[in-house]
């Protein structure tokens, strides 16, 4: 058996900050822009009742696998791999895993930080009070004006990567800590604050009609696939992120705990952030169906007729951006701990080139909004829209799957037993079972229907 190893890039200094650590890399734009957008693309509550099943008997087992293997490792994803891998005796290929998840995460990085460019070109919309008394097509005409100009995004999309570079060079731990157990609360605050704006809407009913009463005749086999892709993505799981983060978990803290806390904590944010959205899209007849641009088109109706809505808009843009900034520190952190324990290179020259790198992939998103909007190499998608499925519908689902079968198949019963710590009873067998037969062949249904198999 092995022995415990000291984590090489420091560790959390406990429970709350492993905790908030994770809350910061699973809530973000995935909640707040992805899940509503989503959500109204696919019809609503059926969509969202797969989801919800998706995080519960997928996401969270996975989630507790991912963190256990993060733990044992103590180094980045692809070192981490080949070290288990050699441990329990299987074949040095899997580190081929944390290979697909470096891409994985390289890929999200560049389009995720091209939206939480938007964010941040709203928060001076929203502050310099832009929104104040406008209506649905006011609201509109700013959202299409901000996408339509390539060089806008681009200063944007800048901005946000040289922000996150600069954290991901000094180490993840100093500041993000307190930042996200400071903002989370106050995010959670401003959705509150928005749900109630939402409920005087005249629409309440209707919004939360929509996001809860399933009516299956609305889902496709692709709509289950997206929900799937999407509890993926919403926690962050299946490329490395949460594991790069559970090598920094310091012992004896139970996996357990914190990832249902963790998955809890992110299906709140998302379930209210739909609550807030849809009574607004409903009120002012808009189409949930609206696609990428539906919170930047739906929430500035609010901000523009709430009191004090200038101050409280530019204050929910800023939570927003921080929320995309905590996520996209670890979208790059694996591959960054692997350049440092690999190419000997320092945490800020890496930063540096794995910040360019993403960047310059991120313009195929920046141009996908505007000169090459009419560009559709493939099923009727976008290169943004191509970049996403394929990242968030195969790659991240792939790598859970891979993750899933590696720990509750390959990893030795005993090293599980111990390193989740959870007695043997009852608890550690249901994971087992969880991880070794329902997820595997849940996520693997999902795929051969969604092409059209089953
Ligand atoms: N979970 C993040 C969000 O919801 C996105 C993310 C995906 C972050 C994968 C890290 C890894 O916004």
Redo the contacts with the bound molecule.
């Keep these: 058996m092995a022995t415990k190893r000291e984590p090489i890039h420091g560790q959390w200094s406990g429970r709350l900050a492993f905790i908030l650590a994770a809350t910061g890399?699973?809530?973000?734009?995935?909640?707040i822009w992805?899940f509503p957008y989503i959500a109204g693309e696919n019809g609503g509550g059926a969509f969202v009742l797969i989801y919800l099943l998706c995080i519960a008997v997928i996401g969270i087992p996975i989630m507790m696998a991912e963190v256990m293997l993060g733990r044992r490792g103590r180094r980045s994803p692809i070192n981490t791999m080949r070290h288990l891998a050699g441990e329990e005796n299987a074949s040095p290929h899997w580190q081929w895993l944390g290979w697909a998840g470096v891409l994985a995460?390289f890929l999200?990085l560049s389009y995720?930080s091209v939206i939480a460019g938007w964010a941040l070109a709203y928060v001076f919309r929203a502050g310099s009070g832009l929104f104040t008394g406008l209506t649905a097509d006011g609201v509109q005409s700013i959202f299409s004006n901000l996408v339509s100009e390539p060089e806008r995004l681009l200063a944007w999309h800048t901005l946000f990567m040289v922000m996150t570079m600069i954290v991901v060079a000094r180490g993840v731990r100093s500041g993000l800590e307190k930042a996200v157990r400071l903002l989370m609360p106050a995010l959670f605050v401003l959705l509150v604050i928005l749900v109630g704006y939402a409920w005087n809407s005249g629409s309440f009913e209707q919004g939360v009609a929509f996001l809860f009463q399933p009516d299956f005749s609305k889902i496709t086999a692709d709509g289950v696939l997206i929900a799937m892709g999407h509890a993926f993505?919403?926690?962050?799981?299946g490329?490395g992120?949460i594991m790069v983060y559970g090598s920094y978990l310091p012992d004896r803290i139970s996996i357990a705990k914190t990832s249902i806390a963790v998955s809890l904590m992110?299906t709140l944010v998302a379930l209210m952030a739909g609550m807030a959205i849809f009574p607004i899209v409903f009120a002012n007849g808009l189409e949930p169906g609206a696609g990428p641009g539906l919170i930047f088109q739906t929430l500035p109706i609010a901000f523009g007729h709430m009191p004090y809505g200038a101050f409280f808009g530019m204050l929910f843009f800023v939570l927003l951006v921080f929320?995309?900034w905590s996520?996209a520190i670890?979208?790059i952190e694996p591959a960054v701990a692997w350049l440092v324990e690999n190419r000997s290179m320092t945490r800020v020259n890496a930063s540096v080139l794995a910040g360019i790198a993403t960047w310059s992939f991120g313009l195929l998103t920046v141009f996908s909004f505007n000169i090459w909007s009419g560009f559709k190499p493939l099923a009727d998608k976008t290169l943004f829209d191509l970049l996403d499925y394929l990242t968030a519908n195969i790659m991240?689902p792939l790598g859970g799957l891979l993750i899933a079968l590696f720990a509750a198949w390959k990893m030795s019963r005993e090293s599980s037993v111990d390193e989740l710590a959870m007695g043997e009873r009852f608890w550690y067998p249901l994971w087992r079972i969880l991880v070794r037969y329902i997820t595997p062949i849940g996520v693997t249904i999902v795929f051969l229907h969604a092409i059209g198999i089953i």
């Design positions: 890399s699973a809530v973000g734009l995935g909640n992805k995460g999200i995720y993505f919403t926690l962050s799981l490329m992120a992110d929320a995309a996520s670890s979208l991240l």
